[in-house]
């Protein structure tokens, strides 16, 4: 849709073809149902946190940046408001108004909208010798085809002197994203890279987090672990769950989990439920609680430091009787008991399913897609935006902000192209 926008900006003819009944459909479903538009932190923080090839989107988040975006949809009547962790949601907090202004944005433009017309393949043909596009690096990629227009499932083809390939991933195929993108640049020469979801709940093989289920933790911090070395950490968020763990925490962790799980290793998740106070610190809490329902069992002395529905779980994993009264605890199970509340391990079997996933990690390899403009570094005319392309990011606004850089982009310079060839 910004793809769109842009190239209807810079004069071009545009036909925006939607396989699903409506356009927009996993915008309106993003930060649940507030759509996050993005996140109004620098440009190097945003970029820090575009865990996959945030490199690559130097160029067009500098040319459409976060302030950009947040104008956009403020000249298109969607007044914001920036929340905790700088995220910016429109102040309405309904993702279909988001949608509505890209709507009449481009209605405004003349683009022409098709609904359920799904594209099956992208037409190109081979350049004449004379007209191949000169390798980036010696030795390197040429332009040897150029786009001609794209087939339909009903066996129409529409002709066009530049098509922008923003299909989605693979994740949340019932918004229309369901990884048809991929085999079409592949039959193109691209390539795409492993396929993994990202920003996915984890499902472990303990099962005490059903348990737990519903609860949310503020406040604490996770580390992955892969073959037992800690690979990440993260402070925020958490939700225990029937199959495991998710919550933004979990999301954040799971791309680097899923390709941990991929290769084949052992991966274990700890959760430290007080971060803030040291090992000394923790005990002398908990001596203190202790000291208070000294006259109650260890059940009964722990609910001003953790929640209800925890308490026997830790006490468990902590291998405490429950119903021990307070007085009877023993030094080193009282040393027990404050390392398993900072290091409750839990093992990853699987992540949730792709359909499951927020964002797709993987896709069409940016070694082959122009940084500044999207185009193909190996079919003229043809480029790129979105999750289709191998880049994701961590929660928080940035993946609809690389959505909404690389589309402008794309729909720039393929405009630009298209106005150059008359």
Known sequence: MMAAVKAAEYGAEVLLLERMDRVGRKMSITGKGRCNITNAADLQEILSNIQGNGAFLNSSLRAFDQQDVI???EEAGVPTKVERGNRVFPRSDKAADVVQAMLERLHLLGVKIRTKARVTALWAEALPRESEGSPTKPGKMRQTQAICGVRLEDGTVESADAVILAVGGASYPGTGSSGDGYPMAERLGHTVTKLLPALVP??????WPKEAQGLSLRNVKVALFSEGKRLQELFGEMLFTHFGVSGPLILSLSR??????????????????KPALTPEQLDARICRDFGKYIRKQAKNGLHDLLPGKLIPIVLDLAYLDADKPIHQITQEERRRLGETIQHMTLTISRTRPMAEAIVTSGGISVKEIQPKTMESKLVKGLYFAGEVVDVDAFTGGYNLQAAFSMGAAAGQWSAMEGVQNG
């Open 71 to 73: 104008r956009f949809f």
């Open 202 to 207: 984890l499902e472990t093989e303990e099962e």
């Open 256 to 273: 680097r989990a899923a390709q941990e799980l991929d290769a084949g290793h052992f991966v274990e998740v700890s959760i430290n439920l």
